[in-house]
Each structure stands twice: as structure tokens, then as C-alpha cells.
């Protein structure tokens, strides 16, 4: 398994599509994320918003922490995405969004306890999670890196 900087590198260097980041933030940025969504998120989570805030490719970003603005109210925003899918779709506390498409496509990190660090789909129609896409977002990131390069 790759770390996050180097899958970072290897997206950049060898992406076939344009890659587009949202900007490396302050941990204090991640603190104030965490307490907004009274969420503790994964470690390699905080370590990719904390070295490229979030992005990837173009059209397919992972959502993040925009212009070092926790807070931020763009699509995009985990803080903004979540609240939208808790608003919208009875998203559950326990989840935040790391992926958001069209009002169609969910992807969150689970934070619950027994199943800490998932990234899982959840499903915006029948308001449930319906599979596991990765046991973390290393790998979840890794598969992604591969997909794309």
C-alpha cells in the first residue's frame, strides 16, 4: 500500500486526465471541520486534506476542505456536502461526505465505531448505506490513483 503524498505525486505525474487540487490547509482548518460535524475523521483522510485540501481529477474530486476554509459553501466542501446529504437525504451523524455527484452519487467515510474509517455508498434514495467501496481511504485512494493513471 502507497502513502497519501506518494499517491498524490503519482496522480500528478501520470494522471490521462487534468488533475485540479483545492489547496493544502492548516490542521486547525481539519479541527474545525471535525467539531462542526462532532466527527473524529481518519487519519489518512486528514492527511490528504492537509497536503492538497482536496480535488483530484477533474470532474471525479474528492471533496475537502476548499480554499483553506473549513467552512466553506461550495459543493465540494465535505462541511457543505454533508450537511447538504444530512439536510437532503437523512444522511446519518456518523458519516461525512468525501464524494457527492448530481444528486445521485454519495460516497462518505463512516466514523461509527465498529466500522471506523469505511468508505462506504451511500444510497441517496433509499437513505441506507448499500456496499463498502474501501476498508479506508488509503486503499479507497490507492484504487482510485490506479483508475486514473
Known sequence: MSDINS?????NDEAQDEVYWLG???ASQINILENKLKLSLPYELKEFILLVGGGGIVGEEISGIV????????????????YQCRNE????SDMAVIYFKDDDVCWC???RKDTYGQIVNYDLFSKKISNILAPSFSIFFEEYVNLHT
Open 7 to 11: 499517491l498524490i505525486k503519482r496522480l
Open 24 to 26: 493544502a490547509c492548516d
Open 67 to 82: 480554499d483553506n476554509d473549513a467552512l466553506a459553501e461550495s459543493g465540494g466542501a465535505i462541511h457543505y456536502d454533508t
Open 89 to 92: 437525504y437523512a444522511l446519518p
Open 109 to 111: 467515510v463512516d466514523c
